[in-house]
C-alpha cells in the first residue's frame, strides 16, 4: 500500500508523487496549503487522513475529502460518533497512539 505525505509533495510541486497512492497523509499545520493535492486526491480516489493532535479541529470543505482524522479529546467537546457526523469524515479516532499511517486501512 503506497503511502504519500503532503510534506512529500511539498518538496517538488509535481502531481505524479500521487501515482499508484492508497493514501494522502497531513498534519492540520499543512491543511491551508494543500487545496489542490486534495482535489487531486478525490479525482484519483486517494484516501485522505488528517492528524489533528494538538490542535481543535476546524470545519471547512477540506472536510468532505477526509476519510479519517486523529484528534484531541482535550481540544474536543464532542466524542467519535458526534464529530463524524458533524464532519462526514468516515473514521474519527481521539487521543490516538502513534503515527497516523498506522490507522490507515
Known amino acids: 500500500m503506497k503511502v ?4 512529500d509533495y511539498q518538496q517538488n510541486n509535481q502531481l505524479s508523487v500521487l501515482d499508484g497512492a492508497r493514501w494522502l497523509l497531513i498534519t492540520h499545520q499543512e491543511l491551508s496549503a494543500a487545496a489542490t493535492i ?3 486526491s478525490e479525482l484519483l480516489d486517494i484516501l485522505v487522513a488528517v ?3 494538538g490542535a481543535k ?3 471547512g470543505l477540506w472536510q468532505r475529502a477526509v476519510h479519517l482524522i486523529l484528534a484531541d479529546s482535550s481540544f474536543e467537546s464532542d466524542d467519535e460518533t458526534q464529530i463524524r457526523k ?6 474519527v479516532v481521539l487521543d490516538g497512539q502513534g503515527n497516523l499511517q ?3 486501512w
Do not use: Q
Open 57 to 59: 479541529i476546524s470545519d
Open 4 to 7: 504519500v505525505k503532503f510534506s
Open 51 to 53: 492528524d489533528f493532535r
Open 86 to 91: 458533524r464532519t462526514g469524515i468516515t473514521k
Open 102 to 104: 498506522d490507522y490507515c
Open 38 to 40: 486534495l482535489f487531486h
